[in-house]
């Protein structure tokens, strides 16, 4: 042998051994993982996070991924600019190690297999709780062993192999090899299958993180092999923890579809429910028993859940469709379980005869009681609104927890009262049958009683109690516009000292000649007195001036009929007794008397009316008459334009609201279509008809007007006739007011329809700049010198519609929640309508002394808790806004006092007390409203007057930090058959102070300012 065959020998034998080496340790890698395991398990080990106060200076939260999207983590950036902008900061959130914050992968953590909305209450007490999936195991052990075989055999059957303890189970080497040889083949021979090598976590990195839940392209594969092998290492090398809690998670979160009226199913018992029906702890009770002849019973089951597991490969068309396919699959695979002794053959033989049916319908929902969750709706609603997240369904997905301001004891405690005084025998209990209250006979259950309760804690109001018995979503504290009586006596007496209050902000300092110099109108009762009061008390304080203006006094007569709302309206009083006295503006707030407050009104109206800044009609308001004296035809002629400009301006302001009302019933609609809701409407007579067209379209020749009568008229007239009558409407033969009188429409409503044959796509603005001169023309008659009479009604009904603009404005100011007020005297006794929420807010002024302070429902939000993207807020500290000279709210205080002290809230009187045993003052104001509707003749004769809705409402306060409302309320058919005023309501909240109680007599949380 030569030397240099001998070293190519050698060569050769160290080339075999390396090739035996490497294929020895590439074969031991594969078997164990090992230097998998200190590889991935390294990095592992740099991911981290936690929690620190402030914002993060650098977070990463995901993209995309149907696991992240549902859990709310995609969106928190977006969630903390709405929290900001809504008066919320960031406390606390998770820092990323650097490692973590770089990696090119999804955040790597412990995930969770369910999450979902939690609400608590002020002491942490839960409120309200949805996790998704709902039916999971806790842990491995709790997994049938059954269920356990049987998947690890259809997805991954070496992942729980305990020989090898460092195992990567993102690769199964042989399946990926048999993978990419078919993948290889299928280049060549597209009719070759080529299934796929993901192993069960990367397919749980597929369905939670990728996009669309989808594997869109090698690349993607693995990014899940990738993360899925670091997440296996996440606890050290050793993984078979970690692998098992892979198979949990797994049957816990696997999609399976969704259905109707319930969304998303993820996991198999969330599954086995929504497409089988079947109870989660009987499905694993069957599935765990070991009896003797358990087979039997358990095949159905046993079924049902083998063929979830199949259908994930493609849930959405074997769940629907596919599902005889899904069916013979079931049947196949039981054998192959039997075949590989997963299953006994006692068990194959029970389940395969077993016809599996699918539940295709939507899943019955357990019935839920609106009454009992409606503080909670009411705060998924507020929820909703400040994360811009409008379903429902979604929100009780994400990854939040909430605490509340709710005081979950009281909360609970006065919504089972709301619903036991449905019932008589409750009602009884409560007190609630008696005088003004409920008669023998009535019938508690059709009332619907409300309640809420605020508590002023630093700087804010702090929901306590919100709730009501009405079994419906409607909530009716802040949904209802509800006629609520005299409860509207509180805003007009604070409008009338806010009044007096302004008037001595701008006059106190003057002399007393100065003062009498000064001359008010005649009608304008409230500055006179004020300038009167003023130069015989120079220097008086705030509070003195304001004592004096509630003891100016108003008569109870209720004979006197008042113009106003654009008539004659005659108001009695509740009280008979009332009738003939003459009473100080307190006595009339502490025993609710309807005149003193009508007269109260006017004066306050009359205020504005003279008073308002910028009105072109002030000087009609002033009286203004010709001075004889100067120039007689001068003066004459300034009053005749001054009521001219009057009488434009009110043309004007009606023909806006005539023709705003016409803009949203046709707005949306085609030119065509308008016109067609015009012809519908029009008689079928030919000058109807004819009239209209030509109105219409008044360039169209006789031909098309023609073709338009024939169409429209079953027998329509001759051409002779049908010629005479083009000619008799022409567009120039008749006025827009005449038309419209002559067709039976409003007028401005024709010139709308017609505008809009040629500008379909005008705007309301340019429709009002268009009808600027039809608004003048059709109120023409009104400009008529014969018509005095009417115009000075005109001119009034102006004035009083300015001044309750005026007053309106001053009511929002203080929370009041429409934009409109009705322009009667009527709405000092509750005509206009309000909603307890508001009047809540109302009272929560009074009690903060002049300031509004915000209402607040939510105390903190806690996003993604436990994870690297944790996020918690709060509210920053809030603003409050001067609304009320504090002395003016400390005056409507002391009267609010009064009426429980001896008003019409006296049975009030001494109910709660401090923990020392001392009594807690208590004020309020009541209010019954009975809403009717009411038609007369045209001889002015009552032709029906018929009760809508019948409401009480007590809005209180309770010491110096609590406050609220409760309201009673009953809608037709039922409204006439009560009689019960706020005495109901009073006695109801009394009826509660042994459940608001500790509450009310605990201490609060934090300093009162």
């Not at 993984?239 to 998670?249: H, K």
């Not at 017609?754 to 005008?762: E, K, R, S, V, Y």
Request: charged fraction near 20%.
């Amino acid at each position: 042998m030569s030397y240099f065959r001998s070293v190519k020998l050698w060569i050769l034998l160290v080339l075999l051994i390396l090739t035996a080496a490497i294929a020895w340790l590439s074969i031991h890698e594969m078997r164990t993982s090992k230097y998998q395991a200190r590889y991935f398990s390294r990095i592992a080990s740099q991911l981290s996070y936690k929690l620190a106060d402030g914002v993060s200076p650098s977070i990463r939260f995901p993209t995309a991924g149907p696991y992240d999207e549902r859990l709310g983590y995609t969106r928190i950036a977006e969630f903390t600019d709405l929290l900001k902008s809504h008066g919320f900061v960031v406390t606390q959130q998770a820092r990323m190690s650097p490692a973590l914050l770089n990696l090119k992968l999804p955040p790597i953590y412990p995930e969770k297999d369910q999450a979902g909305l939690d609400l608590r209450d002020r002491n942490q007490q839960m409120l309200y709780s949805d996790r998704s999936p709902e039916r999971v195991y806790a842990n491995f052990e709790a997994i049938p062993k059954l269920l356990t075989d049987t998947l690890l055999f259809i997805e991954d059957r070496e992942l729980l192999d305990t020989r090898y303890p460092m195992r990567n189970p993102a690769v199964n080497w042989s399946r990926l090899g048999l993978a990419v040889a078919d993948q290889a083949v299928h280049v060549f021979d597209s009719s070759h299958d080529a299934p796929g090598a993901s192993t069960l976590v990367t397919q749980i990195e597929k369905y939670r993180h990728s996009p669309d839940g989808r594997t869109s392209s090698a690349h993607e594969k693995l990014l899940q092999m990738k993360s899925a092998s670091i997440r296996a290492y996440l606890n050290g090398q050793n993984n078979i923890d970690s692998r098992r809690r892979a198979v949990r998670a797994y049957l816990n979160t696997v999609p399976l579809t969704a259905k109707a009226g319930y969304g998303e199913i993820n996991g198999l018992g969330d599954g086995m429910w929504a497409w089988y029906g079947r109870d989660f702890a009987d499905v694993n009770a069957q599935l765990n028993s070991r009896e003797r002849g358990a087979e039997q019973r358990m095949a159905k089951t046993y079924k049902q859940a083998l063929s979830l597991m199949i259908s994930q490969r493609r849930p959405s068309y074997f769940l629907r469709k596919g599902a005889p396919a899904l069916m013979q699959m079931t049947d196949n695979h039981l054998r192959l379980l039997r075949a590989a002794g997963i299953i006994s053959p006692a068990l194959l033989d029970a389940a395969l005869p077993i016809k599996l049916e699918l539940n295709q319908g939507q899943v019955a929902e357990a019935d839920t009681s609106f009454v009992s969750r409606k503080a909670v709706n009411s705060l998924r609603g507020e929820l909703s609104g400040l994360l811009h997240v409008p379903r429902l369904y979604d929100l009780d997905r994400m990854d939040l927890s909430v605490k509340s301001t709710l005081d979950g004891e009281a909360q609970q405690l006065v919504t089972a009262m709301l619903h036991q005084v449905q019932s008589t025998a409750g009602a009884q209990a409560a007190g609630l049958y008696g005088h003004n209250m409920l008669s023998a006979g009535d019938d508690p259950g059709r009332l619907s009683f409300s309640f809420t309760l605020f508590e002023r804690v630093r700087d804010a109001n702090l929901l306590r109690v919100q709730t009501d018995n009405l079994n419906q979503p409607f909530d009716i504290n802040s949904g209802a516009r509800l006629n609520l009586g005299s409860t509207a006596k509180l805003r007009t007496l604070i409008t009338y000292l806010d009044i007096i209050a302004r008037l001595h902000a701008s006059h106190g300092g003057q002399s007393r000649d100065e003062l009498l110099q000064l001359a008010p109108d005649r009608h304008d009762a409230l500055s006179a007195w004020t300038f009167a009061y003023l130069a015989a008390h120079p220097g008086c304080s705030l509070a003195d001036i304001l004592e004096a203006a509630m003891l100016r006094t108003y008569s109870g007569n209720p004979s006197e009929r008042f113009f106003t709302g654009g008539g004659l309206q005659q108001f009695t009083n509740f009280d008979p007794e009332e009738n003939g006295r003459m009473l100080t503006v307190r006595e009339g707030f502490k025993h609710s008397v309807n005149l003193v407050f009508v007269r109260l009104m006017r004066d306050i109206v009359r205020f504005y009316e003279f008073n308002s800044q910028g009105s072109d009609i002030q000087p009609l308001a002033q009286g203004i008459s010709p001075d004889i004296t100067a120039d007689p035809e001068a003066s004459i002629t300034s009053a005749d334009a001054v009521r001219q400009a009057a009488l434009s301006r009110f043309a004007d302001k009606e023909g806006r609201e005539f023709l705003n009302r016409f803009y949203n019933k046709y707005k949306g609609k085609t030119g065509q279509e308008a016109a067609q809701v015009l012809i519908d409407g029009a008689r079928a007579r030919p000058r109807h008809l004819s009239l209209l067209f030509r109105s219409l379209e008044p360039r169209a020749d006789f031909n098309q007007f023609a073709s338009f009568m024939r169409e429209q008229l079953a027998a329509p007239p001759g051409e002779s006739s049908l010629q005479a009558l083009y000619e008799q409407f022409g567009i120039d033969k008749y006025s827009l007011t005449d038309r419209g009188y002559l067709i039976g429409i409003h007028p401005l409503e024709l010139w709308l329809v017609a505008f809009l044959q040629h500008n379909p796509d005008a705007t309301r603005a340019q429709i009002m700049e268009a009808s600027r001169d039809q608004r003048q023309e059709v109120y023409g008659w009104l400009f008529n010198t014969r018509n005095k009479r009417t115009q000075e009604s005109r001119i009034h009904q102006m004035l009083e519609l300015d001044a309750f603009v005026e007053i309106a404005a001053n009511w929002r100011h203080m929370g009041y929640p429409f934009d409109n007020l009705t322009p009667s005297y009527a709405t000092a006794l509750g005509a206009s309508g309000d909603r307890p929420s508001s009047l809540a807010q109302l009272m929560g002024i009074i009690v903060n002394k002049g300031m509004l302070l915000p209402g607040r429902k939510l105390q903190n939000l806690q996003f993604a808790r436990g994870t690297p993207y944790e996020t918690r807020f709060a509210p920053a500290p809030a603003k409050a806004e001067r609304v009320l000279p504090e002395e003016v709210a400390q005056i409507v205080r002391r009267s609010l006092i009064d009426v429980v002290q001896a008003g019409t809230g006296v049975r009030l009187k001494n109910g709660f007390t401090q923990k020392e045993g001392e009594g807690i003052e208590m004020g309020g104001k009541t209010g019954t409203g009975d809403q009717r509707f009411v038609s007369y003749a045209a001889n002015g004769r009552l032709i029906e007057s018929r009760s809508v809705n019948r409401s009480a409402t007590f809005v209180f306060l309770i010491g110096e930090r609590f406050f609220g409302t409760v309201t009673a309320y009953v809608h037709e058919p039922y409204a006439a058959d009560y009689a019960f005023t706020s005495a109901l309501t009073v006695q109801l909240l009394k009826s509660m102070i042994p459940a608001l109680q500790p509450l009310v007599a605990g201490s609060a949380d934090g300093q009162i300012p």
